[in-house]
């Protein structure tokens, strides 16, 4: 079983930043595409990042490309999203998902990850 935990969020101002940290144990974690995922209260998770097993690609949801980035120590068994510029609209439950890895090499929907943290609350305040 994988075991996926997150860390990192708070309370930060209007273009402010944090880097959220997600920790997997349990198998073997360069196996693994890492996603991270986002939940707003009242709305449906949403994807907003990717990264390969080797941390050689990345993509990102058009909302925050260019301001997050997603990266991964596979030494360390852990995915990070560095959040600057946040925007009060980024205030969300970050959830970081696993995907074995079956093709495609990257996915978007949440049905597609088999191992989720718990989630760290992300507020922005204006």
């Known amino acids: 079983q994988v075991q996926l935990v997150e860390s990192g969020g708070g309370l930060v101002q209007v273009g402010g930043s944090l880097r959220l940290s997600c920790t997997v144990s349990?198998?073997?974690?360069?196996?693994?595409?890492m996603g991270w995922f986002r939940q707003a209260p009242g709305k449906e998770r949403d994807f907003v990042a990717v990264?390969?097993?080797?941390?050689?690609?990345?993509n990102y949801a058009d909302s925050v490309k260019g301001r997050f980035t997603i990266s991964r120590d596979n030494a360390r068994n852990t995915v990070y999203l560095q959040m600057n510029s946040l925007k009060p609209e980024d205030t969300a439950v970050y959830y970081c998902?696993?995907?074995?890895?079956?093709?495609?090499?990257?996915?978007?929907?949440?049905?597609?990850?088999?191992?989720w943290g718990q989630g760290t609350q992300v507020t922005v305040s204006s």
């Open positions: 998902a696993a995907r074995r890895p079956l093709p495609p090499a990257f996915a978007y929907a949440e049905s597609a990850y088999d191992y």
């Open positions: 990264i390969s097993r080797t941390g050689g690609s990345t």
């Open positions: 349990g198998r073997t974690f360069s196996d693994h595409v």
